[in-house]
T-cell receptor, first 116, second 115 residues
């Protein structure tokens, strides 16, 4: 399957700072990537759909001005958590959607964000 | 609203036992269904993908079935091992409109296989 990487794997920051998370597709060109958030002991919730060369599509209840998504190339999507607060502490995971063939999704290893 | 539900929430079995994890979905017009494994603090590993036109998929000791008419999928694990201990998630996508490609996840089943 497709290989997806995320960087950083873990980040601790102070309240009010911004944090950028990168999601890279290592072996496949991804026109569409998805960003999910997972709180402790909960399942994954879709935050937004990242489309290469166009604006991201956000799910209801997700603030687009707080969670900035940029999909500047076919292999890189970034999520920036602006002015992070402790309630933003979570596990953020991206996925690459292989539209051709299987329509399968492959996930990155995730980024653990802790806001103090 | 398209929803995915998994039961049980947690399952503990002795090594060697065969087991079944259940997943149900509210809208039978699914595009496909995926089963994932998640180890603590880690990302997701795709186990099996079933297209809407398929009834089952097999990989090693794993077998996943899909019954669209009843809105159910099962993941069968044969001869369970301690290394199978993890959280198992099922997720579906639905075709058409704004739902295309988006995965909706169940709450997961935490599996513990003890020696």
């Amino acid at each position: 399957g497709a290989v997806v990487s995320q960087h950083p794997s873990r980040v601790i920051c102070k309240s009010g700072t911004s944090v950028k998370i990168e999601c890279r597709s290592l072996d496949f060109q991804a026109t569409t990537m998805f960003w999910y958030r997972q709180f402790p002991k909960q399942s994954l919730m879709l935050m937004a759909t990242s489309n290469e060369g166009s604006k991201a599509t956000y799910e209801q209840g997700v603030e687009k001005d707080k969670f900035l998504i940029n999909h500047a190339s076919l292999t890189l999507s970034t999520l920036t958590v602006t002015s992070a607060h402790p309630e933003d502490s979570s596990f953020y995971i991206c996925s690459q959607w292989v539209v051709a063939g299987s329509n399968e999704q492959f996930f990155g290893p995730g980024t653990r964000l802790t806001v103090l | 609203k398209q929803e995915v539900t998994q039961i049980p929430a947690a399952l503990s079995v002795p090594e060697g036992e065969n087991l079944v994890l259940n997943c149900s979905f509210t809208d039978s017009a699914i595009y496909n269904l995926q089963w994932f494994r998640q180890d603590p603090g880690k990302g997701l590993t795709s186990l099996l993908l079933i297209q809407s036109s398929q009834r089952e998929q097999t990989s090693g000791r794993l077998n996943a079935s899909l019954d669209k008419s009843s809105g159910r999928s099962t993941l069968y694990i044969a001869a369970s091992q301690p290394g199978d201990s993890a959280t198992y998630l099922c997720a579906s996508t639905w075709a058409g409109g704004t739902s295309y490609g988006k995965l909706t996840f169940g709450q997961g089943t935490i599996l513990t296989v003890h020696p």
